[in-house]
């Protein structure tokens, strides 16, 4: 008798399910150029993504796949993450559970040749994929690792040789 009860409840009370029909969403390109003004082996096998009308970038970003530690402002624990592209600006940080936008940032990135360490604001958020941070680089000398980091992306030409063994998701 309850059995039944609970059955013609169960019944009565069932959630209902609607699907959409899926629409296909048409694939973002991203266009490989060289910089107009710098020698064409400088860049070779590195994308630049350049600032388009839906993109409020000032510089161009390389791609890249960097193994680093994050620190948020205040907490020593480092988390490991991968950075997916940089610029003098900013980069993009790739990892499961991003900071809050306007975040403080240390950024930490081991090569066989450099160790760099900056500072940085998280600008946008993106759960379960990354953060976009936007560097804060307070002296000439930060102006200096960045864009030594950059010359050495360029000059690898293969952006898995840059890092690669501290690359957490490659694993």
């Not at 796949?65 to 991968?82: F, I, K, Q, T």
Request: glycine share 8%; hydrophobic share 35%; proline share 9%.
């Amino acid at each position: 008798s309850s059995r039944r009860v609970l059955r013609n409840w169960l019944t009565a009370n069932a959630p209902v399910t609607v699907t959409a029909p899926q629409v296909p969403r048409p694939a973002e390109k991203i266009v490989k150029t060289a910089p107009a003004s710098s020698p064409p082996q400088a860049d070779s096998g590195l994308a630049r993504l350049r600032a388009g009308p839906g993109n409020r970038r000032t510089q161009s970003r390389h791609t890249c796949r960097l193994g680093a530690d994050l620190y948020r402002a205040g907490v020593p624990v480092p988390n490991r993450c991968s950075l997916s592209d940089i610029s003098s600006g900013g980069c993009y940080i790739e990892m499961p559970t991003p900071f809050p936008a306007g975040t403080s940032v240390e950024i930490v990135v081991r090569t066989e040749d450099m160790k760099l360490r900056v500072q940085g604001v998280v600008q946008s958020v993106h759960p379960g994929f990354g953060m976009g941070v936007k560097l804060v680089l307070k002296t000439a000398e930060n102006h200096d690792h960045v864009q030594s980091l950059i010359r050495l992306l360029a000059e690898s030409g293969q952006e898995s040789e840059v890092g690669s063994s501290n690359d957490p998701w490659s694993k």
